[in-house]
Each structure stands twice: as C-alpha cells, then as structure tokens.
C-alpha cells in the first residue's frame, strides 16, 4: 500500500489530476483519463509510456 500522504501529492503526468490506488495495491488509476499506472515494489511508475487504457464502464479492480 501507499502511504495517504504520498498519494495525495501523486497527480496523472496526463491531466495532473488525482489518482486513486486500487483495491491489490498493484496501480494507481486517473478516473479523469481513465488510465492505469503500475506500482513496481510499492513504487509507483508514473510514467505517459508505461500507463495502460482501462477497458469497459467499470474496472472490477478499482
């Protein structure tokens, strides 16, 4: 998990809005453009290459 105080100063690279972690721990979602980025060894990659597109009206992960 990441710390509440890290995830609030976190922002998509994309929008620059808030990101939301998921229910594994395993990504950080951007709600507003609905992309997903990795966390890798509880860091996250925050990085336009590496983001994936959520598929479908709603992300069973999220």
């Known amino acids: 998990m ?3 105080e890290l ?4 922002a998509c690279p ?6 939301t972690q998921t229910n ?3 990504s ?4 507003s453009c609905r ?3 990795p966390v890798r060894e509880g860091i ?3 990085l336009l290459d590496e983001a994936e ?5 709603g992300d069973q992960s999220l």
């Open 7 to 10: 995830l609030a100063l976190l």
């Open 35 to 37: 992309l997903r980025y």
């Open 24 to 26: 594994d721990a395993a």
């Open 44 to 46: 996250p990659v925050m």
């Open 2 to 4: 990441i710390a509440a």
């Open 14 to 19: 994309s929008c620059k809005g808030p990101v």
């Open 53 to 57: 597109t959520l598929q479908g009206d």
């Open 28 to 31: 950080l979602v951007c709600p």
